[in-house]
């Protein structure tokens, strides 16, 4: 790849925290030292800056994207539309992206794009012209594409931005039959899949119900096995915060506490996800929630009320050595990037805290968007073929078996058994199937090597042992 400019002027360290990480992890592999520092590298980052009108006038918008790893093409990850984004933090999303995608077994390198704006500061007309400009300076690098690199939302964009960026591909490059594969994360209507909003969240909840329920592992930390009736307190109510707490709730867990920017609410009977999120979205602010007990003017002092699970949900550096001796959790499930310093980690785990790490933890989204790139590439919907052929399958053998044992099942028996599945339902099959396996697989690798000592370095471990598998089968190392 051409155009790798490299600007390090920021005095961020979050990079440096990721490989740090993957340095302790790389202690317990056997790789090629050489071959660990094409893994760990930034292959290509793209920093440009470009014009759009405002106003009267114009203004000039910092712009990167970033493609951690080419082993496998093409490199994925979302777009940050924050006005904190920097390089340093690309670079460190783009490295997490290559080896959330080894951890949950999905074919892409590793990428990730930042747009440095308030998108609260713009109008929809200045976004569209931002998000634009953004696809075109990708595409006329060769940033961009089906089989080069696909974006995805992240921190401040939607399936809205989204649109517009596969619009502007296709726009550029007409005739190309699988244009709608260069972006994921898309609005139904326009090519996306069932269930991709939700599957980052989705996956969280996964994630955490997975992890309550080996009680070996609960007895450890003095937790009974089950996500029913387990405290939660989740960060951060947009996409992935959102739809965590939804589905934890749904799983039997009690969302006890959320805090968002502006403060945070708490109630150890539990707070209703669903009419939060109403409140919040009728009056602009979390506080002032019928249903609270309590609440903070200061968001980050909602993370340290009591419960048993705690979710970052909304972006990194959050658990930090200013408040790790205040959290009350014994589970940190890390919906957002980044979320908790490797010095609060080290801490965290020494009170006997169980952290289940990020690369593993919202892999739900780039899962989810894997199957949306399949079904771009396949052009059909998962189930078009199938479904009607299943039902008729499911109803002669329900027919059959009636008539046998002559005992009749009930209309809703017969209606659920005799179903052929929905795009929605295969979904968030895979999905379940994916979090479920790799949260084992990282398990295993911890306790195959107790020296490992945590699930954040034995996932680093695996994804590590995959990558390089990669590139000794690209016959790029022995
Ligand atoms: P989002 O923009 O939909 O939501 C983020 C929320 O966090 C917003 O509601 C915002 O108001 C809130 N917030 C900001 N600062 C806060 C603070 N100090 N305290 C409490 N809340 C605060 O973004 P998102 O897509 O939900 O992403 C959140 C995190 O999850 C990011 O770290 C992102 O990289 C990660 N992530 C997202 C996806 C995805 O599919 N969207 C996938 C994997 C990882």
Request: glycine fraction near 10%.
């Amino acid at each position: 790849m051409s155009n790798s400019i490299i600007i390090a002027d920021q005095d961020t360290h979050f990079f440096s925290d990721v490989c740090q990480n993957f340095d302790h992890a790389a202690q317990f592999t056997k790789h090629d030292a050489g071959l660990l520092d094409q893994i760990k590298s930034c292959n290509s980052v793209y920093r440009f800056r470009f014009p759009i009108r405002k106003g009267n006038g114009f203004e000039v918008i910092d712009a990167w994207r970033v493609e951690h790893s080419q082993h496998q093409s093409p490199t994925k990850g979302g777009i940050r539309y924050s006005e904190m984004v920097n390089e340093d933090e690309v670079m460190a999303l783009a490295a997490l992206m290559t080896y959330k995608c080894a951890i949950v077994n999905v074919p892409f390198g590793g990428a990730k794009g930042g747009i440095k704006i308030n998108p609260k500061n713009y109008t929809v007309t200045e976004l569209e012209n931002i998000t634009r400009r953004y696809t075109v300076e990708l595409a006329k690098k060769n940033f961009i594409g089906p089989s080069i690199d696909v974006p995805a939302p992240d921190y401040g964009s939607g399936e809205r931005e989204m649109s517009w960026i596969a619009d502007t591909y296709a726009t550029m490059n007409p005739g190309q039959l699988d244009a709608m594969g260069c972006v994921t994360g898309k609005p139904i209507a326009l090519h996306g899949i069932a269930g991709r909003r939700e599957a980052t969240g989705r996956g969280v909840a996964i994630a955490a119900r997975e992890c309550v329920s080996v009680g070996e592992d609960m007895q450890k930390i003095g937790l009974t096995p089950g996500l029913s009736g387990k405290k939660v307190i989740v960060q951060g109510l947009g996409n992935v915060g959102y739809h965590s707490a939804k589905f934890l709730s749904e799983f039997g867990a009690l969302i006890v506490g959320i805090c968002e920017y502006e403060g945070a609410i708490y109630n150890a009977d539990g707070l209703d996800v669903e009419t939060v999120f109403l409140h919040r979205k009728t009056t602009g602010s979390i506080l002032g929630y019928p249903g609270a007990k309590k609440e903070f003017k200061n968001p980050m002092e909602g993370l340290e009320q009591p419960c048993d699970i705690l979710v970052p949900a909304a972006l990194e550096n959050q658990i930090t050595l200013a408040n790790i001796g205040r959290i009350q959790a014994k589970i940190i499930v890390e919906g957002a990037n980044g979320p908790t310093s490797p010095e609060a980690e080290a801490i965290f785990y020494k009170n006997g805290g169980i952290i289940i790490p990020d690369m593993y933890a919202n892999a739900g989204g780039v899962t989810v968007s894997y199957f949306e790139w399949l079904k771009n590439l396949s052009h059909v919907a998962f189930g078009r073929m199938n479904r009607r052929f299943e039902e008729n399958s499911n109803l002669n053998l329900v027919n059959m078996v009636e008539g046998i044992t002559g005992v009749a099942l009930s209309p809703v028996q017969r209606a659920s058994i005799i179903k052929g599945a929905s795009e929605l339902e295969l979904v968030n099959s895979g999905l379940e199937d994916t979090m479920i396996r790799s949260y084992h697989e990282i398990r295993e690798t911890l306790l195959n090597n107790p020296k490992i000592g945590n699930q954040r370095t034995a996932a680093f471990v695996g994804a590590i042992n995959k990558i390089a598998v990669s590139y000794q089968n690209l016959g790029v190392w022995p």
